[in-house]
Every structure is written in structure tokens, then in C-alpha cells.
Nanobody, 114 residues
Framework: VQLVESGGGLVRARGSLKLSCAAS????????MGWYRQAPGKQRELVAQ???????NYADSVKGRFTISRANAKNTVYLEMNSLTPEDTAVYYC?????????WGQGTQVTVSS
């Protein structure tokens, strides 16, 4: 499974971005997909995840601001981010699970200026 993220960039505080992650390769039976982020000097942390049945889970810090969704027909997962703050600045990684294995994308940088 290959994961390719896109949609990152530089945005001002209170702005919005939408990230996309497209899966290719052995995509049959991909289960959970999610977004993680890693800020400089910090550990990678969960942002949001979505099951194959579209049950979602969010980090407390992004609840009410971020929305995760997936388009199974397109093998793509999205992360819509609103009301961004400088604390959201990080590299955002897409993650997918399939048959007990975990796959990661290469990451996309999100920078929020104050």
C-alpha cells in the first residue's frame, strides 16, 4: 500500500486547509485510516481516524475544528481543518491499516502563521 498526501501549505491563523491522502497498490481490505502529526521536538500524535465503517475519532485538541472523511471508491481519506492556530503547525502523516500491517505516507507540511 502506498499513501500519498497532498494539500499542505502555509496559512494564516483562523484559516482553513484540506488534506488528502490517496492510497494505491494493494488497497483491498484497508481498514482504519487516519491522520497523525508531528511538530518539531514533539512525538507523533493522533489527529483523527476513521474506520471502514466511517466511525470517527478525534484528538481533543482538534474536536469541532477538524473533520475526517473517506471516499472508499477513490481510496482516499481527507482531513478538513478549520480555525487553524499556530499550534497546529506540524508535518501531517496519513496512516492506513490493512491485514494487521500499518502503512504511512511521506507527510505534508502544514504551517500556520499568527
Amino acid at each position: 500500500v502506498q499513501l500519498v498526501e497532498s494539500g499542505g501549505g502555509l496559512v494564516r491563523a483562523r484559516g482553513s486547509l484540506k488534506l488528502s491522502c490517496a492510497a494505491s497498490g494493494s488497497i483491498f481490505r484497508i481498514n482504519d485510516m487516519g491522520w497523525y502529526r508531528q511538530a518539531p521536538g514533539k512525538q507523533r500524535e493522533l489527529v483523527a481516524q476513521i474506520t471502514s465503517g466511517e466511525i470517527t475519532n478525534y484528538a481533543d485538541s482538534v474536536k469541532g475544528r477538524f473533520t475526517i472523511s473517506r471516499a472508499n471508491a477513490k481510496n482516499t481519506v481527507y482531513l478538513e481543518m478549520n480555525s487553524l492556530t499556530p499550534e497546529d503547525t506540524a508535518v501531517y502523516y496519513c496512516k492506513a491499516q490493512r491485514l494487521g500491517l500499518v502503512y504511512w505516507g511521506q507527510g505534508t507540511q502544514v504551517t500556520v502563521s499568527s
